[in-house]
């Protein structure tokens, strides 16, 4: 079974630009979430989906927005880049209770 | 909401030595997650926690859940350069729900 891909493993993007970070899910996993971790911080939910509709969501401005397709692979979109979105974003994807992460996309905006 | 806390926020130990890190929750937990993170990585998953009094041992490491389901311990015995990491708690409020976490425990262990 293949794991979480997550690309671009690396980006650097300019404040007020929008960025696409984009997830594959585990095999057979249904539901997708997003998290985002500033350095030395713990993953903050952003929010989850689960058969392609939102089901739940953190305490994120609308400027960040997703998409689950039917493959259940998963988009993050982040509009009016800012400084303070600098930060690994991590894709879990999970069917019940069994959470599998990727490796993170690290985002700077500059 | 839930929250979580971990201590100590970061530890240096010798090679060989025995640690523990602790996680409290403000909750009574339903589900107890410990993952290990390498600097700038995705998270890898240790154990799960369910049940009050639960206790789970993967090569050197025990993670166990008090009985009030409140307090979750992580303890590495005799630690090697490969345990450094960062040591991450999460927990769930019922089946299906994001993870909360906390913020972390920096593991170092030197020669």
């Known amino acids: 079974e293949t794991g979480v891909t997550q690309s671009p493993t690396h980006l650097i993007k300019t404040r007020g630009q929008q960025v696409t970070l984009r997830c594959s899910s585990q095999?057979?996993?249904?539901?997708v979430s997003w998290y985002q971790q500033a350095l030395g911080q713990g993953p903050q939910f952003i929010f989850q989906?689960?058969?392609?509709?939102?089901?739940g969501r953190g305490n994120f401005p609308p400027r960040f927005s997703g998409l689950q397709f039917p493959n259940y692979s998963s988009e993050l979109n982040v509009n009016a880049l800012e400084l303070d979105d600098s930060a690994l974003y991590l894709c879990a994807s999970s069917y019940g209770r069994g959470y599998t992460f990727g490796s993170g996309t690290r985002l700077t905006v500059v | 909401s839930q929250e979580l806390e971990q201590s100590p926020q970061s530890l240096i130990v010798q090679e060989g030595k025995n640690l523990t890190i602790n996680c409290t929750s403000s909750k009574t937990l339903y589900g107890l997650y410990w993952y290990k993170q390498k600097y700038g990585e995705g998270l890898i998953f240790l154990m799960m926690l369910q049940k009050g009094g639960e206790e789970k041992s993967h090569e050197k490491i025990t993670a166990k859940l008090d009985e009030k389901k409140q307090q979750s311990s992580l303890h590495i015995t005799a630690s090697q350069p490969s345990h450094a990491g960062i040591y991450l708690c999460?927990?769930?409020?019922?089946?299906?729900?994001?993870?909360?976490f906390g913020k972390g425990t920096r593991l170092s262990v030197i020669a």
């Open positions: 999460g927990a769930d409020t019922s089946g299906n729900t994001p993870l909360v």
């Open positions: 095999s057979g996993h249904n539901t």
């Open positions: 989906y689960y058969r392609e509709e939102e089901n």
